[in-house]
């Protein structure tokens, strides 16, 4: 089967065409600028890039766009639309609604406008995206798969927050986590290098301009660090992570914020940005640490320690430690980040093998970067959310037609 892998943000629309028989992406690219004038940037295997700027109105003139480029004689891989059999579209918040991959149905739409609040820069993308895409495929399955599903699997006293029950109740305020389509994949990839899914204990670790560390035990999920939003947490690109409520109230107080500026100062005005008055970008401060860049170092050290303290954490939390995995920007190829978070843990038996730390980054292969007496294997695994979207999407409306 083929499928289409959708991920709509505010103004833009990325995407894959996977044929599921080996897996294998024939095509991928990214529609950018909707809503003001258009740019789709396509990707074949084998072929230069093609490059096309058209007006893209709202994402259904952006699926259009994408459309006729994939049946394009000249750059497209497939004849007609007809040969994609199902649309998997990454979702970012799914609320109290959603613990796995859905098919798309009126009812599955409404709840879905229901999360706006929890995830309001994303959720109203991904319904246009839908939209968009039901426009253009009227016949053609969907299928949602959400980020906050793998992390549904964690006890109540893990995802509950010290409040009035009654208000957890009624607003569905709970720990939800993110990231999940990523967590999920990384720790199916572990499992499978460990050679078992039952009794094995891994930190999962996707550290990227978003940041979030899960605790999956037995292939299950019983803890991560991004909370109610994907505010929590870490230390981020321009996101505070967890700091102390109070600080919330004073800035406020102190700064005359209303609520709607506070949380955009928390969301776009913090983290490795705010700590280093430089870049949000950890590629920046990397070279801005090796000129001397005091602010930056401290950006950073603050990221390191964090990573470490969550990993002792869970590691108490599990009873034990089998594994740690890095991924994303940061943790596939920001080698000195590993290294600092995983120094000082030689109590759990880590230790990195520091040469092939050094030269794993923009690499495609999982890599061991854990010397051979490491207690504790250190990997990092290269993400793949849009493979599990794309396996979701078959899975799911292969199923219907048995």
């Known amino acids: 089967m083929k499928v289409l892998v959708v991920n709509a943000g505010s103004s833009s629309l990325k995407y894959q065409l996977f044929d599921t028989s080996d897996y294998e992406v024939l095509a991928k690219g990214n529609c950018e600028r909707i809503g003001i004038d258009g740019r789709l940037t396509h990707k074949m295997p084998g072929r230069d890039d093609f490059k096309l700027e058209t007006p893209m109105l709202d994402h259904t003139a952006a699926i259009k766009a994408l459309i006729g480029v994939l049946v394009s004689p000249e750059h497209g891989c497939i004849s007609n639309m007809s040969e994609i059999g199902a649309v998997g579209h990454r979702i970012v918040h799914g609320g109290a609604y959603f613990s796995e991959s859905v098919l798309v149905t009126p009812e599955v739409i409404e709840k879905l406008g229901h999360c706006r609040d929890l995830a309001p820069l994303h959720t109203g993308a991904h319904l246009m995206g839908i939209e968009g895409c039901t426009a253009a495929m009227p016949d053609t399955p969907q299928v949602l798969v959400f980020d906050t599903a793998f992390h549904q699997t964690m006890p109540d006293y893990a995802y509950t927050y010290p409040i009035p029950y009654e208000l957890c109740e009624k607003y569905s305020i709970r720990r939800y986590g993110a990231h999940g389509t990523s967590h999920r994949y990384v ?23 978003g940041s979030s560390i899960s605790a999956v035990k037995d292939g299950r999920v019983i803890d991560t660090s991004m909370g109610f939003t994907p505010l929590d947490g870490l230390e981020m690109g321009t996101r505070c992570g967890s700091i102390d409520p109070a600080i919330v109230t004073f800035i406020m107080e102190h700064e005359g914020y209303s609520p709607a ?5 928390m969301n776009k005005e913090c983290g490795l940005l ?3 008055g430089l870049s949000s970008d950890c590629r920046d401060l990397g070279e801005a640490v090796a000129a001397g860049n005091d602010r930056a170092r401290l950006a950073e050290d603050i990221l390191t ?6 990993i002792g954490a869970y590691s108490a939390a599990m009873n034990g ?10 943790g596939e190829n920001r080698t000195e980040i590993r290294k600092a978070a ?18 794993t980054k923009l690499q495609s292969e999982n890599v061991r970067i854990s010397s051979e007496d490491s207690r504790v294997p250190v990997w990092v695994i290269p993400t793949n959310e849009e493979l599990v979207i794309a396996a979701d999407a ?3 409306v292969s199923s219907l037609r048995k």
């Open 187 to 209: 720790s199916g990839e572990m499992c499978r290098l460990l050679g078992r899914t039952g009794g094995t204990k891994i930190i999962t670790c996707h550290l990227g301009n």
């Open 261 to 265: 500026r506070m949380n955009e100062f």
């Open 274 to 276: 705010g700590v280093s």
């Open 305 to 310: 320690y964090q990573i470490k303290k969550y």
């Open 321 to 330: 430690l089998d594994a740690i995995v890095f991924t994303a920007g940061i």
């Open 342 to 359: 995983c120094e000082g843990l030689d109590y759990l038996g880590v230790k990195l093998a520091p040469e092939i730390n050094e030269r």
């Open 394 to 396: 078959e899975r799911i």
